[in-house]
């Protein structure tokens, strides 16, 4: 069965540095997203993307972030400069075009920041 | 805006007993309606899905979950728990436009006792 897959699990980084996230998303997938999870805490949406552009994204995903589709596979999600509170667990999601929503998950990215 | 409230933070059952977890949610049009479980460390799976038809919903593993707009809810359930249901489940309610992101709910731990 076809699923997103993540890397890196684990990403220990110093504050202020830049940090790449990498998804790949389902093959014939058309919609992506990022999430975050801080720990103990709630998802919380970062950003949707589709045919090549942002399609909405929430207050958390300021100037620091940037998301990019840069081949036929790859969904990176760039911090440019990290702060402590960036520290979570980064889900990248896809679905399909069509009437089902369902959005299929990764297993996350755990980003830490000292 | 759309929200979604887990009223239960913490559930502990015995193992064999019935299961309900309650989420309540707040949307302005005809919602689509996921629950997700996370075991520790592991990323989103889907349980199920509600987006319109028959109000009582069937997913993996045994759950099911009912929609009842009147009271806008949407609980998920399992007649009898097994020891591996332990895991934190999310209720998230989709927007109908085209970005489709999903608001979550903050989650409930279950736990189950032997």
């Known amino acids: 069965e076809p699923e997103v897959t993540q890397t890196p699990s684990h990403q220990v980084t110093q504050m202020g540095q830049e940090v790449i996230l990498r998804c790949v998303p389902i093959?014939?997938?058309?919609?992506f997203y990022w999430y975050r999870q801080i720990l103990g805490q709630k998802v919380e949406f970062l950003v949707s993307?589709?045919?090549?552009?942002?399609?909405?994204k929430s207050e958390i995903f300021d100037d620091q972030f940037s998301v990019e589709r840069p081949d036929g596979s790859n969904f990176t999600l760039k911090i440019r400069s990290t702060k402590l509170e960036d520290s979570a667990m980064y889900f990248c999601?896809?679905?399909?075009?069509?009437?089902?929503?369902?959005?299929?998950f990764g297993p996350g990215t755990r980003l830490t920041v000292t | 805006a759309q929200s979604v409230t887990q009223p239960d933070i913490h559930i502990t059952v015995s193992e064999g007993a019935s299961l309900e977890l309650r989420c309540n949610y707040s949307?302005?049009?005809?919602?689509?309606l996921f629950w997700y479980v996370q075991s520790p460390g592991q990323g989103l799976q889907l349980l199920l899905k509600y987006f319109s038809g028959d109000t009582l919903v069937q997913g993996i593993k045994g759950f099911e979950a009912e929609f009842k707009r009147s009271q806008s809810s949407f609980n998920l359930r399992k007649p009898s728990v097994h020891w591996s249901d332990a895991a934190e489940y999310f209720c998230a309610v989709g927007a109908s436009n085209a970005g489709n992101m999903l608001t979550f709910g903050g989650g409930t731990r279950l736990m189950v006792k032997p």
């Open positions: 999601a896809s679905r399909p075009q069509g009437p089902s929503h369902e959005q299929y």
């Open positions: 993307f589709y045919n090549n552009e942002i399609s909405e």
């Open positions: 949307y302005g049009a005809t919602p689509y």
């Open positions: 093959s014939n997938h058309l919609y």
